[in-house]
């Protein structure tokens, strides 16, 4: 009896004094909202099958950069999620720890930090997400300039480039659309100048619920929300890739400094990273960065691939040193 009874105080006490991480089955992302790349289903595919519970988030990249700082000294997220910049950003300033994931050899370089402190999970194409029912008769735009007429007043919505990375994006598309370069944003300036005139609705969230609803009937967005909307929700929806042209944007996740619970931080990135975490994402009309093969009845769902030339890869890591500047230009010059 004594030895029993030693035996279950030291099995008592060993799973009292038992590491966090290794009982923990939560696990906190920073930036993974639900209407957002289709987080939903990546979310309840991680507790399914890893048995690791994930709380919706709605940061944007912007939002997450800051609270990553502000919990610097004590981190709450374990894993974070955000645009292929602000991701660079987080590991030159030793917010994010290195950590190569399943499949991590196959992500092409320049899609990821040679350390694995960041590394792209899929990417996007920038276009013009369009409801075509909240129109009122007025043609389908084709082109940016096209929502620089009259007849688009009021109908035009963007995220502040300032803040959310889909907005910056957003921005350095229409830059290079019109002649513009990493280093001369003067372009883009000039445009969201002239649409200024044309009364646009400039959220700082997601706002793909705003657009299925018609509030916003045309926005600056990713080719998968567009696609999304098109494929998932009732009504009339379109993805335009602009006829002047525009840039593909990887979106990167990293493995958080001093996470709390890191191993569980690492179960979730190999999930995102294995075949059927990739596969997830193409159901959700995202391209993996992965080599994987697109589902048929995906791809047969994309604009063709003459459309997708249009789309242009960029130096992320020069996008990310010109983001700063960029923004307070934006701001000083624009809002």
């Known amino acids: 009896m004594k030895l029993s009874a030693t035996l279950l105080a030291a099995g008592l006490a060993l799973a009292v004094f038992q590491p966090a991480d290794a009982r923990a089955q939560d696990a906190i992302c920073y930036n993974c909202p639900p209407q957002w790349a289709d987080w939903a289903s990546m979310l309840a595919a991680i507790k399914s099958g890893i048995g690791i519970d994930m709380p919706f988030d709605n940061k944007n ?15 709450v997220a374990d894993v974070a999620y955000y645009g292929v910049t602000t991701g660079i950003k987080a590991a030159e300033q030793g917010l994010v720890t290195a950590y190569k994931p399943t499949g991590f050899d196959e992500i092409p370089d320049g899609l990821k930090d040679p350390d694995g402190r960041w590394f792209a999970v899929h990417s996007g194409t920038i276009g013009l997400f369009v409801n075509v029912d909240a129109l009122g008769g007025v043609p389908v735009p084709q082109c940016f300039d096209d929502l620089l007429k009259p007849e688009y007043s009021g109908m035009v919505g963007y995220l502040d480039p300032s803040s959310a990375f889909v907005g910056y994006a957003s921005a350095v598309a229409i830059n290079i659309a019109h002649g513009g370069t990493l280093d001369d944003f003067d372009p883009a300036i000039e445009y969201f100048k002239a649409l200024a005139e044309n009364n646009p609705i400039v959220p700082k969230q997601t706002a793909y619920a705003r657009t299925v609803s018609g509030e916003i009937p045309i926005q600056f967005d990713y080719d998968f929300n567009a696609y999304r909307a098109k494929y998932t929700e009732d009504g009339n929806f379109e993805f335009v890739l602009p006829c002047e042209k525009t840039i593909t944007v990887p979106y990167v996740m990293s493995l958080v400094a001093d996470a709390p619970h890191p191993e569980a931080g690492k179960k979730v990135l190999d999930f995102i990273m294995s075949d059927e975490g ?27 691939a003459s459309d997708y030339a249009r789309a242009e890869a960029v130096d992320y890591a020069r996008m990310e040193a010109v983001q700063q500047g960029f923004g307070e230009r934006y701001l000083n010059e624009v809002r």
């Open 61 to 75: 990249s912007g939002q997450t950069f800051a609270q990553l700082v502000a919990e610097r000294q004590s981190p």
């Open 278 to 304: 990739q596969a997830i994402w193409t159901n959700a009309f995202l391209r993996p960065s992965r080599p994987i093969d697109l589902p048929e009845e995906v791809a047969s769902k994309f604009l063709p």
